[in-house]
T-cell receptor
Framework: QKEVEQDPGPLSVPEGAIVSLNCTYS??????FMWYRQYSRKGPELLMYTYSSGNKEDGRFTAQVDKSSKYISLFIRDSQPSDSATYLCALGREGNTPLVFGKGTRLSVIA | EAQVTQNPRYLITVTGKKLTVTCSQN?????MSWYRQDPGLGLRQIYY???????DKGDVPEGYKVSRKEKRNFPLILESPSPNQTSLYFC????????????FGEGSRLTVL
């Protein structure tokens, strides 16, 4: 079983839709949960960073972590064409072990 | 402006011709790392550095070398490039080690013929 699983999509939604992006993981040692957004021909940039189970909200974005189910989600409300990008989940552990990235979900928001 | 700068952004080379991709950050981060990104495989770590003169292998280090002589610079060296090293490369840095927020460069697209 892979450490992190993420549906690659592509996912296409109309403008204004609520988008749900998800990752599942197998290692309960993961403590840090991140979502990165990557626009075409650009490097990934951090969107959300959470340390524990529960929800974290930032504007139209909500990150949700369920450690018991080993499942993390990113919700985008009122999606905009500018949200069209690839979204990567990233999970980290204590110590100096590198982040483990999901393969990314490609999202297109159609005006 | 806080940034990670990579050069070159695009490069086409031939098998066996040594090349270096430079990476520089202006945020005084101790941790730096190199990734390659390939379709269907995602981001994979090549090498990382916890501080000056401290480097270690990531998941896919074969065929690559790095050095960290100064805090701000972390060049990636391909001594004898091969076609399977054709990829999109990203340098990243972090103020809080391997599990902190990573700041990525814009990427370097390398093609080895």
């Amino acid at each position: 079983q892979k450490e992190v699983e993420q549906d690659p999509g592509p996912l296409s939604v109309p403008e204004g839709a609520i988008v749900s992006l998800n990752c599942t993981y197998s290692n309960s040692a993961f403590q840090y949960f991140m979502w990165y957004r990557q626009y075409s021909r650009k490097g990934p940039e951090l969107l959300m960073y959470t340390y524990s189970s529960g929800n974290k909200e930032d504007g139209r974005f909500t990150a949700q972590v369920d450690k018991s189910s080993k499942y993390i989600s990113l919700f985008i409300r009122d999606s905009q064409p500018s949200d069209s990008a690839t979204y990567l989940c990233a999970l980290g552990r204590e110590g100096n072990t590198p982040l483990v990235f999901g393969k990314g979900t490609r999202l297109s928001v159609i005006a | 402006e806080a940034q990670v700068t990579q050069n070159p952004r695009y490069l086409i080379t031939v098998t066996g011709k040594k090349l270096t991709v430079t990476c520089s950050q202006n945020m005084n981060h101790e941790y730096m790392s190199w990734y390659r990104q390939d379709p269907g495989l995602g981001l994979r770590q090549i090498y990382y550095s916890m501080n000056v003169e401290v480097t270690d292998k990531g998941d896919v280090p074969e065929g690559y070398k790095v050095s960290r002589k100064e805090k701000r610079n972390f060049p990636l060296i391909l001594e004898s490039p091969s076609p399977n090293q054709t990829s999109l490369y990203f340098c990243a840095s972090s103020f809080r080690g391997a599990s902190g927020e990573l700041f990525f460069g814009e990427g370097s697209r390398l093609t080895v013929l």
